[in-house]
């Protein structure tokens, strides 16, 4: 499907008007995840594969000192909740912020 240039430009200036944001597109896309689930189009293995992609970014986007072992769990496990609906997951300066070298190996596979 190919959209012209005008159409595209008209979308986004309509979307920068409606205020959409990074935030905006987040909780548009947990809610889609969760009503794809809900409905049976996503299984388990697929939103994890979802939750891996963004969780891949968030540490690859992190400063070498910030991009642990224990970041990517910690973003891990808030994602989780996030996913499941349930649970608030407090302020991200909750994140553990320790030294250490990212393990490259973690993010294979996601581009």
Not at 13 to 30: C, K, P, Q, S, Y
Request: glycine share 8%; with cysteine; proline share 3%.
């Amino acid at each position: 499907m190919s959209v012209t240039l005008d159409k595209q430009k008209r979308l986004h200036f309509d979307l920068t008007n409606v205020g959409l944001r990074a935030h905006a597109t987040a909780a548009g896309l947990l809610q889609l995840c969760m009503e794809l689930r809900r409905a049976g189009v996503l299984d388990g293995p697929a939103v994890e594969r979802i939750k891996d992609a963004i969780a891949c970014d968030i540490e690859v986007s992190a400063p070498r000192s910030v991009a642990t072992a224990e970041y990517r769990r910690d973003i891990k496990a808030r994602l989780d909740k996030l996913f499941a609906g349930e649970e608030k997951i407090g302020t991200a300066d909750a994140l553990a912020f320790g030294a250490g070298v990212p393990d490259d190996s973690v993010c294979q596979g996601h581009a």
